[in-house]
Structure formats: structure tokens, C-alpha cells
């Protein structure tokens, strides 16, 4: 998947998913719920054959123009950008670790019948799940664990921790628990 940045890149970033579509089927493209933009982003993807998404709440500072501001406001179009996208059969990464997002995701799989072959349930290693990731498994429910890696996996790292500084209290007790 094509990762999505702040939002001066989010033009570019569809433009090089459109374009990479075209000639690769395994691609993929990263809308965030708190730009204001990504419905409409998601109503012109569904027309791709074959559209890849991940969904992700979004973690840069963006002004109040552009983005939703309240953790209920973004946590809203999480799901409403989810019902959008397997209303309109497109493959989604489910991309959080917040419990609440991750029982009403539950909620309207069971709702709409989604099969298990449309979506996945995406998390970055080392964040505790409070055993959702055994219940993953349990439904068969696909599961893609990031780990960062690559020349900016520091700076990808840095971003991660000043977004959940609590990511580093979970690093450490995994590493000393080892």
C-alpha cells in the first residue's frame, strides 16, 4: 500500500496509486478519517476495479479547514468510511488499535455479512491488543502486523511515538519480557 502523509502530499499520493493501478493488481492506497476529504476521495476509488484501501484515523496536524478535530468526529468517519467501502465491495485494511473502532468494525461486518476475504485488520508491532488479535484468528479474520523497517523506519518510528507516546512503555516491556 501506498502510505498517505500529510495532507499537502494526498493528491500526489491518489494520483501514483491511479496510476500504479493501471499496470499493478497488489496495490494499494492509505485514506485517513479525520481529513475532511476522504469520503470524497472514496467515492472516486470505488470506481477502480479492484480498489485496495486502508483506512486509518490519521495522525498529522492539519488545520480545522481540512480536518475533524474530535476523537468521536474521527472515530465517526472511520466507520462511516468503512460501511462506504464494503457497501461498494472495495478490499479495506482495517488500520487502528482502538478498541472501540475495532467492536464496531465487529459490529458491522456481522451487520453487512462481509466475508473474510474483503477485509483485513492491520496493527503495528509491539502495541498490546488487549486480546483482539487472538480474536482475529478465532473468526479467521485476516491480520497484518507492521513492523517498521527501511531507511525511515526511524523517522516513520518518531512519528509513531509522538503521536502515542505510550508506544514506547509497550517496546519496552516487550523487549524486557523477552
Known amino acids: 500500500r501506498i502510505d498517505m502523509e500529510d495532507s499537502t502530499l494526498t493528491n500526489a499520493t491518489i494520483h501514483l496509486y491511479k496510476k500504479c493501478k493501471e499496470q499493478y493488481n497488489q496495490v494499494g492506497v492509505v485514506l485517513q478519517a479525520y481529513l475532511l476529504r476522504s469520503e470524497n476521495d472514496l467515492s472516486h476509488l470505488k470506481n477502480i476495479k479492484g480498489s485496495n484501501l486502508r483506512i ?9 479547514d481540512i480536518s475533524l478535530k ?5 472515530n465517526n468517519n472511520f466507520m462511516k468510511l468503512l460501511r462506504f467501502a464494503f457497501e461498494n465491495n472495495i478490499y479495506v ?5 482502538d478498541l472501540y473502532l475495532i467492536n464496531e468494525s465487529y459490529n458491522l461486518i456481522k451487520e453487512l455479512e462481509i466475508k473474510n476475504d474483503r477485509f483485513e485488520f492491520q496493527v503495528l508491532y ?16 485476516r491480520t497484518r502486523v507492521y513492523v517498521p523497517y ?6 516513520y518510528s518518531l512519528r509513531r511515538l509522538k503521536e502515542n507516546p505510550d508506544i514506547v512503555s509497550y517496546i519496552l516491556k516487550d523487549i524486557f519480557r523477552k
Open 70 to 74: 474530535s476523537h468521536q468526529d474521527i
Open 56 to 64: 486509518c484515523k490519521g495522525i498529522y496536524r492539519e488545520s480545522a
Open 126 to 141: 509491539g502495541v498490546p491488543m488487549s486480546g483482539w488479535l487472538e480474536k482475529h484468528l478465532e473468526h479467521d479474520y
Open 150 to 155: 527501511g531507511k525511515d523506519w526511524y523517522d
Open 93 to 97: 485494511g482495517i488500520a487502528t488499535h
